[in-house]
């Protein structure tokens, strides 16, 4: 599996799962990808027959101020072969540049994650159909799980 | 920054094959209505009675459980998930507790696991009752009610008797479980599970064989497999679609790997089928709980973890099976006492997002049957 990404892909980066010699990895195979490349390699992981990750179970957004870029991380199970992949794609920066590509069309349960990502932590997803607050109020200010999130009211010291 | 909202454009004018000149409206659901379970808004555009498009809003009760994590130590992360799915409180606190002990390498004792297992089947019991009582309510019939909360009182006992809480327990800890069971567990639960085999084919005497029930409930919200998996959609709701999710077989955690069960899979994806896989899951649960509660084995309930949890750096992810789906933790560490990002993989946040494509074309009554076969609890969906 991880051979035939790669060949498709040579220069997406690879982050083996955790074993001795990578400790601090993750359980599963992971793929940094680039934003532009990120919809190619989502319809090529739905579509390839051998492949065949059609189930989306979980994404996540992280924001990381020290390296300078927000984060989406992509859980993806195959519900035929039963295995695992993490796409992680980043943003050019946190400010003006945080897009990313949507895959909502790709995988419809992407739709209101992807919704409550833009929410919390800001990424803008570029083809949306309805790119909206889903949690907070339509007019609050601010992504709460950035890390330089201030809330002088209700702040929760970290 | 200040975001607004679109504005609402004019609702289309529909010509009708007879001639009549309708428009279609909205409707505002919620979120206080009694079918929604929590503080759920529904906007319905509406045709006459048929449900043109849903438009779920959420997040009146979010709490940012998330972000208050990453504040605070791993003990205390589990205490917030039984705010979340409260009647799936002890599969929530079991999926934490397995990703930091996955991730410090700890090998919880088998007596721990065995009273895990058992306690989870009991919760999924405990929601099965509840859902069935609310779901008949929302149909019309009170009895239902009366008879799913009858029965749960006897599984609040056992809690209550074992950790002291009746819905939000925080009983299962880092390491094992927080103290031992109460030397009465054993003889209550199979009490419980002798009262509970006769009275469960009284449910379907009273509900799935009544008449207007099935008509309200057959062929109505067809889901897909293809559709269940492409949307995220988990648990009974799924499985009645044919999509094999139970993480309890994909992925067996606790003692779920030498129980002898059915992963309940149905063809028909409708109302009715979301139905009878939650009735035909309760058989399966007091089969696990039978096999496993005279062969709780003896020794410690617990090993002995620091008081404030560091987990190594590295990323640790974590599915179990609660009443509704499945429930994933994803643990991002950077070596302190508390995560440095903290995702909840809730199952009813996928669920909710059919909706939509389930009762589109349906009438506002089979709204109410569609969103009760879904079986949503709101605080696990907004966090």
């Given at each position: 599996m991880i051979e035939k990404i790669k060949q498709r892909f040579p220069d997406i980066e690879h982050?083996?799962?955790?074993?001795?010699?990578?400790?601090?990895?993750?359980?599963?195979?992971?793929?940094?990808?680039?934003?532009?490349?990120?919809?190619?390699?989502?319809?090529?992981?739905?579509?390839?027959?051998?492949?065949?990750?059609?189930?989306?179970?979980c994404l996540t957004g992280v924001d990381w101020p020290t390296e300078g870029y927000l984060e989406a991380v992509y859980h993806l199970e195959s519900t035929r072969q039963g295995r695992q992949v993490v796409l992680r794609a980043r943003t050019a920066n946190r400010e003006e540049s945080a897009h990313l590509p949507t895959v909502s069309d790709i995988w419809p349960a992407a739709n209101p994650h992807e919704r409550e990502v833009y929410d919390l932590l800001g990424i803008i997803f570029d083809g949306h159909p309805d790119l909206r607050r889903l949690l907070l109020t339509d007019d609050w200010v601010g992504h709460p799980l950035r890390k330089d999130y201030e809330d002088p009211v209700n702040m929760i010291e970290l | 920054m200040k975001e607004q909202q679109p504005p609402l454009e004019e609702p289309p004018v529909v010509e009708n094959?007879?001639?009549?000149?309708?428009?279609?409206?909205f409707v505002n659901m919620g979120?206080?209505?009694?079918?929604?379970?929590?503080?759920?808004?529904?906007?319905?555009?509406?045709?006459?009675?048929?449900i043109v498009n849903i438009e779920p809003h959420i997040g009146y009760i979010h709490r940012s459980?998330?972000?208050?994590?990453?504040?605070?130590?791993?003990?205390?992360?589990?205490?917030?998930?039984?705010?979340?799915?409260?009647?799936?409180?002890?599969?929530?606190?079991?999926?934490?507790?397995?990703?930091?002990?996955?991730?410090?390498?700890?090998?919880?004792?088998?007596?721990?696991?065995v009273v895990r297992t058992i306690l989870s089947e009991l919760t999924r019991l405990a929601s099965h009752q509840l859902w069935w009582g609310v779901m008949g309510m929302d149909l019309g019939a009170i009895t239902t009610f009366l008879y799913g909360f009858r029965d749960r009182e006897m599984i609040n006992d056992?809690?209550?008797?074992?950790?002291?809480?009746?819905?939000?327990?925080?009983?299962?800890?880092?390491?094992g479980l927080m103290y031992d069971i109460h030397p009465n567990f054993q003889r209550r639960t199979k009490a419980f599970v002798e009262h509970f085999k006769k009275k469960l084919p009284e449910y379907d005497r009273l509900l799935?064989?009544?008449?207007?029930?099935r008509k309200r409930t057959?062929?109505?919200?067809?889901?897909?497999?293809?559709?269940?998996?492409?949307?995220?959609?988990?648990?009974?709701?799924?499985?009645?679609?044919?999509?094999?999710?139970?993480?309890?077989?994909?992925?067996?955690?606790?003692?779920?790997?030498?129980?002898?069960?059915?992963?309940?899979l149905l063809e028909a994806g409708d109302s009715f089928a979301r139905y009878k896989a939650r009735i035909l899951e309760m058989w399966e649960s007091l089969k696990i709980i039978e096999q496993l509660i005279d062969n709780i084995p003896e020794g410690e309930h617990q090993v002995k973890t620091r008081q404030v949890i560091k987990l190594p750096k590295g990323e640790f992810y974590q599915r179990v099976e609660t009443a509704r789906g499945e429930?994933?933790?994803?643990?991002?560490?950077?070596?302190?006492?508390?995560?440095?990002?903290?995702?909840?993989?809730?199952?009813?946040?996928?669920?909710?997002?059919?909706?939509?494509?389930?009762?589109?074309?349906?009438?506002?009554?089979?709204?109410?049957?569609?969103?009760?076969?879904?079986?949503?609890?709101?605080?696990?969906?907004?966090?």
């Open positions: 982050l083996p799962a955790r074993s001795e010699e990578h400790p601090e990895g993750s359980e599963f195979h992971q793929f940094v990808v680039p934003a532009d490349q990120l919809r190619d390699l989502a319809l090529f992981l739905r579509d390839e027959p051998d492949l065949a990750f059609d189930y989306l179970f | 094959p007879d001639g009549l000149r309708t428009e279609e409206y979120p206080q209505h009694p079918s929604t379970h929590g503080v759920l808004q529904l906007v319905l555009t509406i045709n006459g009675e048929t459980i998330e972000k208050m994590c990453e504040r605070d130590t791993y003990r205390q992360i589990v205490h917030l998930t039984d705010r979340m799915d409260y009647l799936s409180c002890h599969m929530n606190n079991e999926a934490v507790c397995l990703a930091v002990e996955k991730a410090l390498e700890v090998e919880v004792p088998e007596r721990a696991k056992i809690f209550e008797e074992t950790c002291g809480a009746r819905l939000t327990m925080n009983y299962i800890a880092p390491g799935s064989d009544n008449i207007i029930f057959e062929g109505i919200g067809i889901l897909s497999k293809e559709d269940a998996i492409a949307f995220g959609v988990t648990g009974p709701t799924a499985r009645a679609s044919g999509f094999s999710c139970d993480v309890r077989k994909k992925q067996p955690y606790s003692a779920y790997d030498r129980v002898d069960f059915e992963e309940i429930f994933g933790v994803y643990i991002i560490s950077d070596g302190k006492k508390s995560p440095y990002r903290l995702k909840f993989r809730s199952p009813g946040f996928s669920n909710l997002f059919v909706l939509n494509h389930l009762a589109k074309g349906a009438k506002i009554a089979d709204l109410v049957a569609i969103m009760s076969t879904l079986d949503l609890v709101m605080p696990d969906i907004d966090r």
